[in-house]
């Protein structure tokens, strides 16, 4: 055991890379559940998206329109289950579900003859002044630009829903449907465009775990990020703000259990493994616990809309 | 433009007729899949859903029909109980793996005594262990009102790394020369679960199933906790009124999914798998929501699901080994299945109205 090999800098820094496709996925699904539709195909947009970033990155050479195409495949699946629900008005539980079990096959058929392709790199900006500084430089700013981009989409959608009539519309939707139906609002339209917008998250997130985080293609990926991404949606009680502190809190987790397995800690390798997936079932249970009754859950949440008249 | 007008109640004939139009829908747009990927479609198909039964090789494939179908149908009948009620448990492989675990450790730790009693005291302890690792999130959704969907679908990933632990860890056969992988129970007569007539399949896992399904219709259809079940679904302010206790229906239908998705990886460990092994779960606990949902959550139709979702298996491996197509070729035709029937199924809840030129 050699616990002076961790650095906490470096440990700092790491948390920021492994928090960043957990981030983007649950911020895109924040906005699908603001606007009153539950897509539990977390997990197959963002597998999906990280064959199709992958595929992208290696058939062009270029890793950023690698991301492009991860957010354009997440987005194109994700209007799958927009379909289904909003126009079949299928469950959306179940079509959620159908999703994930649809996009692992889709993305293991498309990834066959990718396992062990090296894919470009994506290059790590390098910030003057800021990356020289000595703590701060390492830990905030020496990440690839996707990190940044991470973060800037939350920033948007905090002020999106927050200080635009777009989210103010959005958030109408959300919380009681019929409301802004009778208000002239096109709720499938704003359903559909949230949910698009949720798929292309979740690409980017998948993508950045193939092409950044791994980096390589192999089956089952995502390894579970999507349900972790959605867990952290519900943490965050449907706020961007907090959104970020549970991304961060899960990515902590998970570098200091990789961490501590390289370290050769006293533990067995299955329980460190498994404490991302522990820990995100406590904060989980310390949430429902401390809320009591009164939920934050949008009013529409998970509810077919049909209009009637 | 076409309008959807809601009806008063499911059509009866929808009900039955989605399922079959679903099946129907994915063999034509899983042939053109088949076409994309360069192997001829109505070979494909026919590979899959007409050679495993009626074709050459049929002797040997047909008994291992009811080997896949066995566990579909077991999780499948408890996964619908929970669904009716709006209680979702997605987490059975977690259940499954658990249930596993612990039948495979008694059975490892009566090794070598040879006793009638060894048998059933595994099949116990797998229904114990599936449904305390069902219980978890049954009592957090009770007691905190924690999510279910979530919890239970983060437990697969605890129990994936618990079974680890056990294949490499305390369960490791003593004389397998460091492989991991525990003993063979199949080859430990009093742990055994041998086909009951030889080169059948029909192994004690396949009786369960059958035994599950009569009991879960009967449940359903005509006993009081069924009509709960089906209320709370359907109208849960409705059910509260008429004195359904909420908890303790999560309790009950938690409780018995997560008992038979620990039978079913009892059966499992002790017959076809033979023993725990990093690898042991295949995915059954997911294939057993498509074929809770393709069998509209009614035991009957669950059986019928199960044995056509078990087809598409064994026909997928028959086609892989023939035709050379890729295993994810048949998840993804899996997956399809189900977005097909939740498609069409609008038409159950739902008809079809033109609405032109009048003004409403």
Redesign the interface.
Known sequence: MDLSAISPVLLLAALMVAATPILLAAIGELVVERAGVLNLGVEGMMITGAICGFITAVATGSPMLGFVGAALGGAALSLLFGVLTQYLLSNQVATGLALTLFGIGLASLLGQGYVGVRAPSVPKLDIPVLSDLPWLGPILFRHDIIVYLGLAIVAAVWWFLRHSRGGLVLRAVGENHEAAHALGYHVTRVRMAAIAFGGACAGLGGAYLSLVRVPQWTEGVTAGAGWIALAIVVFASWRPGRLVVGAFLFGGITVLQLNLQAARVQIPVEVLSMSPYIVTIVALVALSARKGRGSAAPGSLGQSFHAAR | MIR?E?RPQPSKVWTWATPVLAVVATMIFGGLMFALLGKDPVLAIRTIFYDPLFGEFSSYSRPQLLVKAGPLILIATGLAMGFRAGI?N?GAEGQYIIGAVFAASVGLAAYPAESVLIFPAMVIAGAVGGTLWAMIPAV?RV?????E???S??????AE??L??AAL?PLRNPDGMGFPGSRNLSQYPSAANLDLIPGTGMHWGVVAALIAVIFGYILLSRHILGFQIRLAGQAPRAAAFSGVNPGRLVLICMGIAGALAGLAGMFEVAGPAGRISIDFNVGYG?TA??VA?LGRLHPVGILLAGLLMALTYIGGEVAQLTLGL???????????L??FL??V??LT??SLRWSGREV?
């Open positions: 959807l809601k979702w997605i957090l007691k905190f009102g924690t999510n969907i979530l919890v679908l983060m437990l697969v990933y605890v790394n618990i680890a632990y860890g997911f929501i498509i949902f890729p295993v994810a070729a048949i998840q993804l035709f899996q997956g399809m189900l977005f939740l498609a199924d609008v809840n739902y409403a």
